[in-house]
Nanobody
Framework: QVQLVESGGGLVQAGGSLRLSCAAS????????MGWFRQAPGKDREFVVS????????YYADSVKGRFSFSRDNAKNTVYLQMNSLKPEDTAVYYC???????????????????WGQGTQVTVSS
């Protein structure tokens, strides 16, 4: 059974940092694009960042460029999202995503996601 398990969310003041983790199990994700999406209250789920498992540069949403950083540990089947200079508008539930359909070389589209994590809440206070 495929599982994506996020951790690392929480409450932080504006300007602070958090690091999210997503541990994948039950499948070999070597051919999957991995990424993060988020959903704020009353809004649609939106793309944050994604990257092919085999490498290549990550693609970031404009709203997080220069503040968020995607990384992975292939040996641990885990991806990370380092979030710095957090803003109140970053408040959302953050979801890890895995896609075998995404061709790579561009961001994952939400309908291409094969597996979602359960989500982790990030709250940024002003």
């Amino acid at each position: 059974q495929v599982q994506l398990v996020e951790s690392g969310g929480g409450l932080v003041q504006a300007g602070g940092s958090l690091r999210l983790s997503c541990a994948a199990s039950g499948h070999t994700f070597s051919n999957y694009a991995m990424g993060w999406f988020r959903q704020a209250p009353g809004k649609d789920r939106e793309f944050v960042v994604s990257n092919n498992w085999s490498g290549g540069r990550p693609y970031y949403a404009d709203s997080v460029k220069g503040r968020f950083s995607f990384s992975r540990d292939n040996a641990k089947n885990t991806v990370y999202l380092q979030m710095n200079s957090l803003k109140p508008e970053d408040t959302a539930v953050y979801y890890c995503a895995a896609s075998a359909k995404s061709p790579g070389g561009r961001p994952i589209l939400s309908y291409e996601v094969d597996y979602w994590g359960q989500g982790t809440q990030v709250t940024v206070s002003s």
